[in-house]
């Protein structure tokens, strides 16, 4: 199992990255939030991973912070809940506004993320409520965003068609927020739209 990844950050987009570990390129999925903290190509970086084993394949997510690892695994353990699914929430709301939605029984907001029907989002709810109450946990504070180099249209278009978007929905989207907007970054585009799909 693999804990974490440390080694050098050879390609990234909003909804993956690759990291080289000693000449081996991994592919990792990850959340807006890590994407929006990762640094330029070609520097050295450490994602915390969940290591997921199917029958027919194996995928690597990646997190920034041990915190955001740990609440992708509470919202996996919920019946319903993949990991795409988890890494969408993670994408749309902060790791601490979710839980502060989750603590407070906020139905309408988790279930204004892309993909939540309102009996998932009470399932959420139900099953992580209590844990969390019995843990403590505190909202982790705000994450610092970086400048994205590329085309803001394309990256936002291009990561919410993986999220699952289909292609004209994600245009009108991402149009509809940049004519709006114009200077808004790919993090803001991509979370507008998650919250209106």
């Known amino acids: 199992m693999i804990a974490y990844l440390d080694g050098i950050l050879a390609y990234k987009e909003p909804t993956h990255t690759i990291i080289d570990v000693h000449g081996v390129g991994y592919m990792v999925h990850i959340s ?30 990646g997190f920034a912070s041990a915190d955001e690892k740990s609440l992708f695994l509470d919202l996996i353990g919920v019946s319903g809940v993949g990991p795409n699914t ?14 502060l939605a989750i603590l407070g029984e906020n139905v ?3 279930q204004a993320i892309k993909g939540i ?3 998932t989002a009470q399932r959420i709810i139900l099953e992580l409520r209590d844990k969390m ?9 705000p994450t610092y ?14 990561a ?22 114009p ?5 803001e585009v991509i979370r507008r739209a998650l919250r209106q799909g």
Do not use: C, W
């Not at 330029?40 to 194996?58: A, N, P, T, Y």
């Not at 965003?145 to 291009?158: D, F, G, I, M, Y």
């Open 86 to 99: 988890a890494l969408g929430m993670l994408s749309a709301m902060q790791p601490g506004d979710l839980r």
């Open 133 to 141: 109450k019995k843990s403590g946990v505190v909202p982790d504070g």
């Open 108 to 110: 309408r907001a988790v």
């Open 145 to 158: 965003r970086q400048q994205t180099t590329n085309p803001v249209r394309e990256e936002s278009l291009a």
């Open 183 to 187: 200077n808004l970054t790919v993090e």
């Open 160 to 181: 919410l068609v993986a999220l699952g978007f289909p292609k004209a929905t994600a245009e009108k989207s991402v149009d509809d927020a940049l004519k709006a907007e």
């Open 117 to 119: 029907g309102a009996k």
């Open 32 to 61: 807006l939030q890590t994407y929006s903290v990762l640094p330029g190509g070609g520097d050295r970086i450490k994602l915390f991973i969940h290591h997921l084993f199917r029958e027919d394949s194996q995928s690597l997510y």
